[in-house]
């Protein structure tokens, strides 16, 4: 078996573990010297073994002796709920480790550089693109210590997110609104501010297309001073709702965090997701555009301290997707001008 093929079925492996939570979805197969795959491992989630370990543990004693251990992240050097992989893949034996990315966690990264050190021969890179784009939101998140921020909002083709009245229910179809599902599914939190709650009354839950809900369901977080209505759709959710009485969003950040959070969907409405732009807190935009129009003052997003043409934000654009009549764009910081020199 090739490494590239070996890498395939990591990452095929690394699909099996959960997409949400702290830890990265990693897979690893581990090869005897001729090559052929003797076991195959992956990580389960906070707690449980990492793929490395994972896969040395269907081999009996000696089993890795001389073996190639490949592997979509650089093994890990730390002890957290489990002890380091790279001593793991060093007391097996193992004479070589292929990785895809490097870790670049402050704590678990330098795995690379023990193995090394032990004498084990170490080649990074392999199929990195592909690992990289499937590993995403996790590797922002770990390089810049705070979660992934995906800011989302529906709206008219002329940029409003209301009617003149603040309703909003619906402007996109089923199909986008079956996306934004599956993209609160791929979240850990879901943001918005009071003035969503007390408008629209949202669930902020994950659901099917009968409604049913989905398997993995983001945690809820309201963003405001002002109290909630006991009845509040909100508090029927499956997770506890999390307050967050504050405007500052650089700390509300901090704190989501802190509570484990690496992928953060901010579902507005234009007050708050506003304020993450002007802080250079955006990594994506989810933007649902319906084909109607609505005119008025309810925009989708008000002050975001553009002052003039030259403090613009500028984007680029990673998709655009047709969803029944409706269409998803997403996009990023362009890395240009105010954008790069904050270092978002
Ligand atoms: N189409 C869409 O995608 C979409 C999505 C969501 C909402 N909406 C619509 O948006 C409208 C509600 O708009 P909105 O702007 O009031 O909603 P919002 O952004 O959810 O709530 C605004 C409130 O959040 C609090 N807040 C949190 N962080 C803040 C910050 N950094 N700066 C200022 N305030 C902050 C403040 O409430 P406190 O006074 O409590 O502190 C503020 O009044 C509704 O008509 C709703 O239907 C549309």
Not at 167 to 194: F, L, M, N, P, Y
Not at 241 to 249: M, P
Not at 323 to 334: F, H, K, T, Y
């Amino acid at each position: 078996m090739t490494w590239d093929a070996a890498m395939r079925t990591a990452i095929e492996l690394a699909h099996n573990g959960p997409a949400t939570g702290v830890n990265p979805r990693v897979g690893c197969v581990i090869l005897d010297e001729s090559g052929a795959m003797i076991a195959e491992g992956w990580h389960r989630g906070v707690g449980t073994a990492h793929a490395e370990v994972d896969a040395l543990s269907k081999l009996p004693d000696g089993g890795a002796r001389g073996a190639t251990a490949v592997v979509t992240l650089e093994p890990c050097n730390h002890t957290g709920h489990t002890g380091p992989c790279s001593e793991a893949l060093i007391a097996a034996g193992v004479a070589r480790v292929v990785y895809a990315v490097s870790d670049p966690g402050h704590a678990s990264g330098g795995g690379a550089a023990r193995l090394r050190e032990a004498g084990v021969e170490v080649v990074s890179g392999v199929l990195a693109v592909e690992v990289e784009s499937f590993l995403g939101d996790w590797l922002t998140a770990a390089k810049l210590g705070r979660p992934h921020i995906t800011v989302k909002w529906a709206s008219s083709l002329d940029g409003r997110t209301a009617a003149a009245d603040g309703t909003s229910k619906w402007i996109t179809g089923a199909a986008a609104r079956q996306r934004v599902h599956e993209q609160r599914e791929a979240s850990d939190a879901i943001v918005v501010g009071t003035g969503t709650v007390l408008a629209d009354d949202p669930s902020l839950t994950a659901r099917g297309d009968a409604g049913e809900l989905l398997s993995t369901q983001p945690t809820p977080v309201v963003v405001g001073m002002r109290a909630i209505p006991r009845e509040a759709a909100v508090f029927r959710h499956p997770h506890p709702v999390i307050f967050e009485g504050t405007h500052d969003v650089a700390e509300l950040v901090r704190d989501l965090h802190g509570r484990g959070f690496r992928r953060v969907y901010v579902e507005g409405g234009p007050t708050l997701a506003s304020a993450f732009v002007e802080a250079s807190l955006v990594d994506e935009y989810a933007i649902y555009l319906a084909p109607t129009l609505l005119g008025g003052g309810h925009l989708a997003l008000g002050d975001i301290g553009v002052a003039t043409i030259a403090d613009q934000r500028a984007l680029r654009i990673l998709s655009v997707e047709q969803l029944g009549a409706d269409l998803l764009i997403r996009a990023a910081p362009a890395q240009t001008g105010r954008a790069q020199k904050e270092g978002n």
